[in-house]
């Protein structure tokens, strides 16, 4: 995967908690272009990557521009992004790529819970410059915990936007089934947010008659797992017959990384599609954020760094 040097133009504070980044080449050249939706893998300060959307207008080439949750649950990419990195750092990312994108519609509903507002001001960035009809919902906890409201405030798209505060009135709270309407086949919505959120407005979608194809969702991070009913498996290599154990706790890949056979990864939360790996023989117990449902179904491909098998033996085309 190509890795671009970027150094950090600026950082700012946008609401409690949560620090932007602005991202831009040392030699001032352009960037490679992206489109709404888009995220970038980025090498946090201390080692570990991790997936960032891009939260600027997809038209700029001289920067791209993330947006951090301070969480100090996390597993230490978004600490070390607060308090290690600086302007004038660099750091490596990945080109950006777009599993959340846009599609043409009629009307565009944008569902936002606290910083899962990221890939969806770019597409509000976007909606606004073609003169799509479109609302972006904002929820968060609090007005404090609100990134980007000046921003949205001078924008052009400021009436599009729709704040639902935790610790707000009742009046204000977000209520699905009035902003989504009547299911229409032209309509799209989009989601991103933490994992209750999403299963929120997504659940409500399907509940309501919204067919799947007309509801988007992008994951901020991994899913938490449930590990508790793990078993071992056992994984052949289709080029040379050989067959390793996966114990329960070990991924495929760190299972058989010391018998010489390198996967490459990059998020190991299955999320980047990076270890992609094909699938000769056997069932996966999927676990990954980045194949369709559709995909998942044929059980020719999983992302070894997460995924595990259904059945005892899984046969891998390495
Ligand atoms: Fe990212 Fe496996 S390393 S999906």
């Given amino acids: ?68 949750l301070r969480d100090p649950a996390s597993r230490g990419g978004s600490v070390a992004m607060h308090d290690r990195l600086k302007e004038g750092d660099t750091l490596l990312i990945s080109e950006p790529r777009n599993h959340f994108p846009l599609v043409h519609a009629s009307r565009t509903l944008l569902f936002a819970g606290g910083i899962g507002v990221t890939p969806l001001l770019a597409m509000a960035q976007r909606l606004s410059s073609i003169q799509a009809d479109f609302t972006l919902h904002y929820c968060t906890r609090s007005a404090e915990r609100t990134a980007f409201r000046d921003e949205i405030a001078a924008s052009a798209f400021a009436g599009h936007v729709k704040y639902h505060f935790d610790d707000g009135p009742p009046s204000q ?44 969702v992008e994951y901020f991070g991994a ?49 980047c599609g990076t270890c992609i790996t094909r699938v000769l023989e056997g069932e996966c117990d999927h676990r990954d954020l980045y194949f369709t449902d559709a995909e998942k179904a044929r059980h020719d491909q999983f992302t070894p760094c997460c995924s595990r098998a259904k059945t005892a033996v899984l046969v891998l085309d390495l």
């Fill in 173 to 216: 709270k977000l209520h699905l089934e009035r902003a989504f309407g009547p299911p229409q086949a032209d309509t799209h919505l989009y989601v991103c947010g933490p994992t209750g959120f999403i299963d929120w407005v997504v659940q409500s979608a399907k509940k309501l008659g919204w067919a799947d194809a007309n509801v988007h």
């Fill in 1 to 68: 995967m190509t890795q671009i040097a970027v150094k950090v133009l600026r950082k700012q504070q946008e609401a409690l908690d949560i620090t932007s980044f602005e991202l831009g080449k040392p030699d001032g050249s352009a960037l490679p272009g992206f489109s709404a939706g888009s995220h970038v893998d980025v090498q946090v300060p201390g080692g570990v990557t991790r997936q960032y959307s891009l939260c600027n207008d997809a038209a700029e080439r001289h920067r791209y521009r993330i947006a951090v």
């Fill in 223 to 271: 899913t938490p797992q449930d590990t508790a009913g793990d078993k071992a498996f056992t994984v052949k290599i289709a080029s040379s017959g050989a067959t390793y154990e996966v114990p329960a706790g070990q991924s495929v890949v760190q299972a058989l990384q010391p018998h010489g056979i390198e996967i490459l990864t990059s998020c190991e939360q299955g999320v």
